[in-house]
């Protein structure tokens, strides 16, 4: 659907260097990377804001980089919503509509139903100044769809938004998607990433350093930019039990193995992710409080920044821990020991999608 064709652009301390992607019909695409690292840049050559210098931009096959911005097909929604202060949220909504010609009955029917989608009909009355930074992100969303794009541009949607509202945002974000609106997203926030996203690209310095599923992408990192910058090395798709009393729930991996963990969030399907400097490696089983023992192989000893990883194999799973150099030594861990590793429920973060 949306091809960005090697898209280069150059600052004077800064510069885009043959950026490519697609966005399939459908997809929820995430563009993840630091501050810095031009996502944003990206997201307004596609909307037509700033053209590249070289590259090309295309939608359904269309060369659409020297389009007029009005005529894309795109809509982007502003880190800043830039909301018209002296207009009602219903003028708001209603200005790219007017501005099809859409009037009278109609305008306030096509009004009322973004409204409603975007749970914000309590608000058409109020002043953009006297709204929560939710509700001024629904109203911004309530707007861009108004023209009907054939895909949404989000530059970090959630940034503005308190903790406990993120949570409602990122459900209704995943409702538009899969009512059918092909989203392309840009953050920083690899957890933002995993939970809305179907596929990610990582970009770094300018460039796509890696891109392909969410799965794909952190579960098997390419480069140490990624491996670091995503923080993540055990990464799982897991089903999660139902809420129980004290919120100790067991998630299911697809080999059958069983790992515990601590979560309020009442959705079964997401990702596990277990810090490896909380893992424990021992080479008997040890005595212990941590929820989680399971006994494998070691596959794997390298040299990182603070210390060793080893990568363990349990029932193929490959599960990594971060060690000092003197445990390393201790334990005189080599490819085929067989170990345990140990982690506590606690330390298992649960990221529902």
């Known amino acids: ?53 070289s590259g090309s931009v295309y939608l359904d096959d269309v060369d659409i980089t020297s389009k007029a911005i009005s005529s894309r097909g795109v809509g982007l929604v502003f880190q800043d919503l830039a909301l018209f202060p002296h207009l009602t949220v219903f003028q708001n909504i209603a200005f790219p509509l007017k501005r099809k010609g859409v009037k009278g009955d109609e305008l306030s029917r096509r009004v009322g139903s973004l409204a409603q989608k975007l749970q914000v009909t309590h608000l058409l009355k109020r002043s953009p100044s006297t709204l929560s930074g939710g509700e001024a992100q629904r109203v911004a969303l309530a707007r861009t769809l108004a023209l009907e794009p054939r895909i949404l541009l989000l530059d970090e949607p959630l940034a503005a938004v308190d903790v406990e509202l993120r949570a409602e945002l990122r459900a209704l974000l995943r409702n538009l998607n899969r009512e059918g609106q092909t989203i392309l997203h840009v953050t920083h926030d690899y957890e933002e990433a995993i939970s809305l996203g179907s596929k990610v690209a990582v970009m770094a310095d300018g460039r796509i350093a890696q891109q392909g599923t969410i799965q794909e992408v952190f579960q098997n990192p390419t480069s140490d930019f990624v491996a670091k910058f995503s923080g993540i090395r055990n990464f799982y798709p897991v089903t999660a039990s139902p809420l129980s009393n004290g919120n100790l729930r067991v998630a299911t991996l697809s080999n059958s193995l069983s790992i515990s963990f601590y979560s309020d969030d009442a959705t079964l399907q997401g990702y596990i992710c277990i810090p490896e400097n909380t893992v424990s490696i021992s080479v008997q089983k040890q005595e212990s409080s941590q929820q989680n023992t399971f006994s494998g192989k070691v596959i794997d000893v390298f040299k990182q920044r603070f210390g060793y990883e080893v990568v363990v194999d349990v029932l193929g799973l490959h599960v990594a821990a971060l060690i000092t150099e003197e445990s390393l030594a201790k334990l005189m861990l080599t490819t085929g020991t067989v170990v345990w590793v140990s982690f506590k429920a606690t330390t298992v973060r649960y990221i529902a999608v």
Do not use: N, T
Request: glycine share 12%; hydrophobic share 45%.
């Open 1 to 53: 659907m949306l091809r960005v064709d090697a898209i280069c652009k150059s600052y004077k301390e800064f510069s885009l260097s043959g950026v490519s992607f697609s966005v399939e019909q459908g997809d929820y695409f995430m563009l993840l990377g630091p501050s810095g690292a031009g996502k944003s840049v990206v997201l307004e050559i596609i909307a037509g804001l700033i053209a590249p210098v």
